[in-house]
């Protein structure tokens, strides 16, 4: 035995190596991963009470990395498991958000995990497509709105105004504002928003459509009865003080009851506003029957000329019921201006029975109401500032120059 040699040849052929298909060793590789991926997943939905915070940071953390070479199938499976889990690790599912749409729609669609900070970082790196899912959110806080009105468009914007459980902060309303001035859409969504105050309504009366226009008389016209009443001691004290103080004019003068200026018509050469526009229907509206007008109606020239140059013709209806004019007056007014007052058919022209309507409609308080809103806005904060935010087309910051000063410079430089 200890002479026998083994024989390192074989007379026996070679056997050859097992080459196993690429394409089976891949589906191997992505099953197994499919399958880690699935078990990393079903740790972290363990319940808190049987897993330690640790252990399911750990899991994420392994199956983050799992997830940034892994296909977009699994990436998805992923996405649908780790939605409704209100512990899933935030790192994963901002991750998942940022992917292409067909994954991410389910974290920004769903997920309760994602905090606003998240939301606000995933909306500025992501596309449109992104950023319209996160505007159809069962809530959206306004800081989140915020960064989502920012890039201004029109599917993110209108998704995020139809949606009653997202909140706008005066920041957003009034970017949404301001852009609706060439885009009818918003201005219809903006009026069913209960954020919308009634300097949002009646400045954005002057671009509406005439659907609009009258949701928007329906809504912000009202009365000024309580403060009328909380008021009326000081108009008198006012008066005693010459009216002195600039600031309290003003705000007495939206207040009051009276429309017509009577110190007005004292200076005029025409014996009352009646008399003014019939001189305006003879012989046309000159700028200096737009400022007797404006003056004896109540108003500032500036706010008159606004008014009188309506396209739509609606504000010219609040003009005349204001002050107590007459429907005639109306049809006067419109010949001065030398717009049609007939149809073809001898019928009175459309657009001219619209604005009576209008005028029947509305009651003279509440026209006093929108009228005194309008000129206050419109002029209260005409300073040199402002006029020259107007002059270059630039909305002035609201806690710097006020409210007035941005309807100001809203319709003021709106070119329609």
Known sequence: MAGLAIDQKSDLPPVAPILLDASLKDADDNAVRRQLAKRLADVICIPSSQLTPQERHMAGDVLVELLRS?????????????????EAPR?????????????????????????????????????????????????????????????????????????????????????????????????????????????????????????????????????RSVLQESCSDLFPKAAADGWSDAGVRKALQFIERRQRNR???????????????????????????????????????????????????????ILCKAPGLKREYIEKLWRALKRPVHDMDGTMHPSLERVMETYNVISTDKAQTVLRYWNWSLTASLNADVLRYIKNGVIPREEEFGAAAITAALVFSHRG
């Open 70 to 86: 892994a296909d977009a199938d699994i990436r998805e499976s992923v996405a649908k498991r780790l939605v409704m889990l209100n």
């Open 91 to 223: 790192t994963i599912l901002v991750i998942l958000a940022k992917d292409e749409i067909r994954i991410a729609r389910y974290v920004l669609e769903e997920s309760r995990s994602l905090s606003d900070s998240d939301l606000i970082q995933i909306s500025r790196k992501v596309s449109g497509a992104h950023r319209a899912v996160i505007a159809k959110r069962r809530h959206i806080s306004d800081s989140v709105v915020d960064a989502l009105v920012e890039f201004l468009e029109e599917d993110v914007v209108e998704a995020l105004l139809k949606n009653r459980n997202a909140h706008f902060s005066e920041t957003a309303i009034q970017r949404i504002l301001t852009v609706s001035r060439n885009h009818q859409p918003y201005v219809e969504l903006l009026v069913k928003r209960d954020e919308l105050r009634p300097s949002h309504g009646l400045t954005m009366f002057w671009w509406a459509s005439t659907a609009n226009r009258k949701k928007i008389l329906h809504r912000f016209a009202v009365t």
């Open 263 to 317: 110190a007005a018509i004292e200076r005029s050469e025409f014996e009352g506003l009646e008399a003014a526009i019939d001189a305006a229907e003879i012989h046309g509206l000159t700028r200096k029957l737009t400022e007797e007008i404006s003056y004896m109606a109540g108003v500032k020239p500036a706010t008159g000329a606004q008014i009188l140059t309506d396209k739509g013709g609606e504000a010219i209806a």
